[in-house]
């Protein structure tokens, strides 16, 4: 079924509660092909044209259609306004799979290796959840946590996104230099406004992490009214103290009883190297 | 609802298909709009993917499946003129989309200009990729007519190719865009050519009427249909006459080469010792006198043996070379001259020589070769102002290091 409005979509939705949505089926079909998933029914969401584009609204922030595909958040009109959600969209996946592939559909999967994520929660985004009748707001990182889920029936409609009018940044690092998943990525955005550094790692856990006190520290560090220079050092001790918050000490660890060796595992070393060069990188490019 | 899902079981007298209820398994009958043409689905599952409706219920293959998840590109589709993998788009949801597919590209049964490019340098061997491939790079040139290489690479990136390293799909892909390019370049010198013959046409009717031949001379431009590369490359083989005919020879040739006809595909030797052990009317190969391998049909001098690099053949080979079992080798001029060493400079040549390893360049050059950047900036082989690719350093990293 092939809804043309969001109307239609949510009253298609109540009136068969087993039927999928199904945006760009890039993470979907992947699922029915493997044998994973079996859909009862089919609710494209491919024809709501006012879900692909994006609107303003006052107080500075921009509402961004669910069905924005990767391919258009990548495009020029729209990297000027979220540098980093267009950094994020151009490296999710092959051409193939960018052009279908939706910003609604990369925040209801979650995967952990989502590119859009560490984005959204470094924005720190909220969702619209609609459904016949009714729509709720809910932070990004609610949803994502599971501490308020999207429930049956419901459709992710819009996601506003502050426009803080200052460098951003959005770091992958993957495991070959075609299109890949993270193995870890670091996205990070300056709140002049409220001299504030925000920073979120993703794909080193099922969501994206906060190093909330590490960003609290360099926000300090920040000559906010000269030129926004920041001493090296305290970049790379940044990359250090991010990277130290959000790989655990038995990061990789098979079980309990390795959990009690003495120090880091070998794992956790690894990436927890990937993500401070990651983190500094960013830094260094928001501040140049 | 409460149907038992026994009584809605599939009719299926042999029971041979796997008995699932329609409750398990909904079904939809839609039409596809397929390069053009529409193509009716009846009753399949809403599951399937288009891959899979245009290989096993519509019989184009030409779309390959080669992992279902996305990540090849074998599957490659255009679906609303977008590239998309076909593996992951619903059918069902398809419904009233423009599909085109490989064999669209091929109208006719004559290859596109991008399939010949494709064969002619080299991008294709065992050919899995090819479909995909060929589709990629339609799409790429429809949005951007003079790619270059990172731009192509990028387009590219989804296309996985086990046999060929990409290469040859990035000549194709220069290739295609040089052609196009040229063919766009005369239509326009023609169209401005015809524009300005009408103009005086009109201007010398005005004044004094003349007869006015219909201009037969800008004609629409003679359409060759294509050929693949490597029909080319087969058919050029002459069908070898002996010049003496002896009679098992003639045998030969009368069992073995009938099967291709006349100016098919010669390989030009048969080894008859296998023939004749599974053929016992065959002959063996015969004395050396006698070969079935008769070189006197060749032109004069079709092949001269590269000297090794540097050498310095003064005039000819010694005498022992000149005849050898037909082949003519007199040579009376030198042929190659060796390769000066480095540093000298090259009398006629528009350089003066690359200098000496070390030698300092005498003035910097002016501007950066990718144009935008300003002097000093290290190029990051992206354009200026760009985001770069991931991996990239770039240097206010090391502001940070
Ligand atoms: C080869 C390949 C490579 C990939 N690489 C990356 C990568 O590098 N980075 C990355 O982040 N992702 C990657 N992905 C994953 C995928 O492309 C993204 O997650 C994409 O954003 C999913 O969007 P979609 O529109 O295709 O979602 P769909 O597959 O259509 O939907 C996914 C799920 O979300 C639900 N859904 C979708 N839209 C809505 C909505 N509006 N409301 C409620 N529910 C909804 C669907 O029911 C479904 O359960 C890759 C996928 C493939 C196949
Ligand atoms: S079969 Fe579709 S991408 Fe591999
Ligand atoms: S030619 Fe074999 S995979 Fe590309």
Redo the contacts with the bound molecule.
């Keep these: 079924m092939l809804p043309a409005s969001l109307d239609e979509a949510v009253d298609a939705l109540a009136a068969a509660p087993a039927a999928v949505p199904v945006a760009g089926a890039t993470d979907l079909m992947e699922a029915v092909n493997a044998g994973r998933l079996r859909p009862a029914a089919l609710v494209g969401l491919g024809r709501i044209t006012e879900l692909r584009g994006w609107r303003y609204e006052d107080g500075g922030t921009a509402v961004l259609g669910a069905g924005l595909t990767h391919a258009r958040m990548d495009r020029p009109d729209f990297a000027a306004l979220i540098p980093a959600l267009a950094d994020a969209a151009r490296t999710a996946g092959p051409p193939q799979v960018r052009n279908v592939g939706t910003l609604g559909g990369n925040i209801v999967t979650a995967a952990p290796a989502g590119d859009t994520l560490p984005v959204l929660a470094a924005l720190e985004a909220t969702v619209t959840l609609a459904r016949a009748g009714a729509s709720r707001e809910v932070p990004v990182s609610h949803l994502l946590t599971g501490l308020d889920p999207v429930r049956p029936g419901e459709l992710l409609t819009w996601v506003r996104v502050p426009l803080l009018h200052a460098p951003q940044v959005f770091l992958k690092a993957t495991g070959r230099s075609g299109p890949a998943r993270a193995t870890a990525s670091v996205a990070l955005v300056l709140d002049p406004a409220r001299r504030a550094v925000r920073c979120a790692v993703g794909a080193v856990a099922p969501v994206p992490l906060r190093p909330l006190e590490a960003e609290a520290w360099v926000a300090g560090c920040i000559d906010w009214d000269g030129s926004r220079e920041i001493d090296p050092a305290a970049g790379a001790a940044f990359g250090e103290y991010v990277a130290a918050a959000c790989v655990p000490d038995n990061y990789g660890a098979e079980g309990a009883w390795e959990a009690v060796t003495e120090g880091p595992t070998a794992a956790a070393v690894r990436l927890r190297r990937t993500v401070s060069v990651l983190a500094r990188r960013a830094l260094g490019r928001a501040l140049k | 609802m409460t149907t038992d899902p026994i009584e809605t079981l599939d009719a299926d007298p042999l029971g041979l298909a796997p008995q699932v209820s329609r409750e398990l398994r909904p079904c939809a009958s839609y039409t596809l709009r397929v390069n053009g043409f529409e193509r009716p689905v009846t009753d399949a599952w809403i599951g399937e993917s288009l891959l899979y409706v245009l290989r096993e219920r519509l019989g184009l293959a030409g779309a390959k499946d080669g992992c279902e998840q996305g990540e090849c590109g074998a599957c490659s589709v255009q679906v609303d003129g977008q590239l998309v993998a076909g593996c992951l788009v619903p059918a069902a949801l398809a419904a009233d989309s423009e599909i085109n597919t490989v064999e669209g590209l091929s109208a006719g049964g004559a290859a596109s200009d991008v399939q010949q490019a494709l064969a002619a340098s080299g991008a294709?061997?065992?050919?899995?990729?090819?479909p995909g491939?060929a589709m990629a790079v339609h799409d790429l040139l429809q949005r951007n007519h003079r790619p270059t290489e990172v731009e192509a690479r990028q387009a590219l990136c989804g296309n996985?190719?086990?046999?060929?390293g990409y290469r040859g799909v990035l000549a194709a892909v220069q290739t295609v865009a040089d052609a196009r390019a040229l063919e766009a370049e005369e239509a326009e010198r023609a169209a401005a050519a015809a524009a300005e013959e009408a103009a005086a046409e009109a201007s010398a009717e005005a004044g004094a009427p003349v007869a006015a031949e219909p201009s037969a001379v800008e004609t629409e431009p003679v359409i060759e249909p294509p050929v693949y590369a490597d029909a080319e490359a087969w058919i050029e083989h002459v069908p070898q006459q002996p010049s003496a005919p002896e009679q098992d020879q003639v045998q030969v040739q009368a069992t073995v080469e009938q099967p291709y006809g006349d100016g098919g595909y010669d390989t030009g030797v048969y080894d008859t010792s296998a023939l004749t052990a599974m053929q016992p009317g065959i002959p063996a190969q015969v004395a050396d006198d006698q070969v079935y391998y008769q070189p006197q049909g060749y032109p004069e001098q079709p092949y001269q043996a590269t000297p090794a690099h540097g050498t310095y053949v003064p005039a000819g080979y010694p005498d022992g070379h000149q005849q050898q079992n037909g082949y003519d080798t007199g040579y009376d001029a030198p042929v190659y001259e060796p390769t000066p060493a480095h540093g000298t400079p090259l009398p006629g040549a528009l350089h003066d020589g690359t200098p000496p390893h070390g030698t300092p360049y005498p003035d910097p050059h002016g501007a950066p070769a990718d144009g935008g950047a300003p002097a000093g900036v290290p190029t990051t082989g992206v354009p200026h102002g760009a985001t770069p690719a991931h991996g990239i350093r770039l240097p206010e990293d090391d502001h940070a290091s």
């Design positions: 294709v061997q065992c050919g899995y990729c090819t491939m996985l190719c086990r046999c060929t």
